[in-house]
């Protein structure tokens, strides 16, 4: 048995948690940069307003439907997700977190009325952080991802599926017959794993719900697509084929990429850029104990606005594997000096951390350098190690790398963020007071 805990709406919530009077209203989070919607209340949503909707086509309807419009806080969600996650746990033995707002949770070996636990848990979560949250149980992950959106309609749309089923949905308790009449009340586009193409080719090939998918033949499925849609049938028919993740591997590229909030040409800020997006894909790659052998870096224009456009990108190779700060700043700024044109409005760059390897494999090399030239390849492990102990303890940007400019507004890369909420729970001077 698995169980799917997923927190409703989650940035939205996060932010309602300290600001009850957004209840009950329309809220949408913004992307970086306050491009788009990344996430709606249910206010929201019934107001039309689309996933993905760019924030100019939607302004609006600040003032004609009282619409709330919000930055993303990163910051604030991954706190709040840490706490979510920590009750999740609870529920079950085992347990993987999928994303900042989901978590699967073996329920194996778990006795007496799995609903009645699942909703104390609900209760335990939303009185302990206010986050709202659904939980579906079933036999697969996938199942259990399917139970956990049925639980969700319940509770949005009351008529869509029975009144017991809202909030905490556990499918392997329905008779054999109801199972079929809710699959083939749902749309074979929510399935876990079904894209928007594939399920359009399903759709022609006239497996139009759940049920449909379900007597599909694997072989079938697997002829036609792929041995992913075959695990996904397998899965609905009740065999568990996607065992829990308890300890994900590590990543084999590691990114950080962020869009302006206006255009730069300035070499020098671009360089900035990258210096930054270096340093920080270099905690993430100290954080999975690995190391990387070349690095990308990228940038482009907006094919959105006027004017002459440009890609580039080049990939730097390193002397030997590292997951140095410095040395890995170094190799981004040298890739954008190296592909700099002038003239151009770019609007996006990125670093990109490829060929990584584990940081137990050494590698060593004849020196055949100059023996006048100072050693180039020092240890700094124990200096990295400490910037990161600083950087979790005070914030990151704490201590950086020169390279990356002086914080603050002569950043002129830096997102645009006008909309954003403090940092309620991971800054003091933002933590809420409550006066009597």
Same mark, same amino acid.
């Given at each position: 048995?698995?169980?799917?805990? #997923? ?50 086509? %939607? ?22 997700? #840490? ?42 979560? !939303? ?5 709202? =949250? ?12 399917? &139970? ?56 022609? *090939? *006239? %497996? ?5 998918? =379900? $007597? ?55 360089? /900035? ?5 270096? @340093?920080?894909?270099?905690?993430? !790659? ?8 070349? +690095? ?25 594997? =590292? ?29 990109? +951390?490829? #060929? ?11 020196? +055949? ?10 240890? $700094? ?27 603050? @507004? ?7 963020? /006008?909309?954003?909420?403090? &940092? ?13």
């Amino acid at each position: 048995m698995f169980a799917l805990v #997923d927190g409703n709406n989650f940035y939205v919530s996060c932010e309602r948690v300290f600001r009850p009077s957004l209840n009950e209203r329309p809220v949408v989070v913004l992307s970086n940069n306050d491009g788009c919607a990344i996430a709606r209340s249910n206010e929201a949503k019934d107001l039309g307003i689309p996933m993905a909707a760019p924030w100019f086509k %939607i302004r609006h309807l600040e003032e004609s439907a009282g619409l709330v419009a919000l930055s993303a806080n990163f910051v604030l969600y991954g706190d709040m997700s #840490d706490r979510m996650m920590t009750l999740a746990a609870g529920l079950g033995p085992t347990q993987e977190i999928y994303s900042i707002d989901e978590s699967f949770v073996g329920l194996h070996g778990v006795r007496g009325d799995l609903v009645a636990r699942g909703r104390k848990v609900r209760e335990r979560i !939303l009185q302990w952080t206010g986050i709202p =949250t659904c939980i579906g149980m079933a036999q697969t992950k996938t199942l259990a991802k399917l &139970a956990n959106h049925i639980a969700k309609t319940a509770e949005r749309k009351p008529g869509s599926y029975p009144a017991e089923f809202a909030q905490v949905f556990n499918m392997s308790a329905l008779p054999a017959q109801d199972v079929d009449d809710v699959l083939q009340a749902t749309d074979v586009g929510d399935v876990w794993g079904v894209g928007t193409r594939i399920s359009k080719q399903l759709r022609e *090939g *006239g %497996i139009r719900t759940v049920l449909d998918l =379900t $007597r599909m033949d694997p072989a079938t499925a697997r002829r036609g697509w792929s041995v992913t849609l075959e695990k996904t049938v397998r899965e609905l028919q009740g065999q568990p084929c996607i065992d829990m993740d308890d300890a994900p591997g590590p990543k084999q590229q590691i990114a950080c990429t962020r869009s302006f909030g206006k255009p730069v040409h300035q070499l020098g800020a671009l360089v /900035e850029a990258v210096s930054e997006f270096a @340093a920080r894909a270099a905690e993430k !790659l100290r954080k999975q104990n690995s190391l990387a052998t070349e +690095l990308l870096v990228f940038m482009h224009t907006s094919p959105y606005r006027p004017g002459p456009q440009c890609s580039r990108s080049v990939v730097v190779p390193l002397r030997r594997p =590292t997951d140095d700060t410095l040395a890995l700043a170094k190799a981004a700024a040298d890739g954008m000096r190296f592909m700099y044109i002038a003239g151009y409005q770019f609007i996006k760059v990125g670093v990109i +951390l490829v #060929d990584l390897q584990p940081s137990s494999v050494q590698q060593r090399e004849l020196d +055949l350098g100059d023996p006048n030239e100072l050693p180039t390849t020092r240890d $700094r492990s124990r200096l990295m190690a400490t910037m990161d102990v600083i950087n979790t303890r005070f914030g990151k940007g704490t201590l950086h790398s020169g390279g990356t400019g002086k914080p603050g @507004a002569n950043r002129v890369w830096t997102m645009k963020q /006008e909309r954003r909420t403090p &940092a309620y729970t991971t800054c003091l001077e933002d933590v809420p007071v409550a006066r009597a």
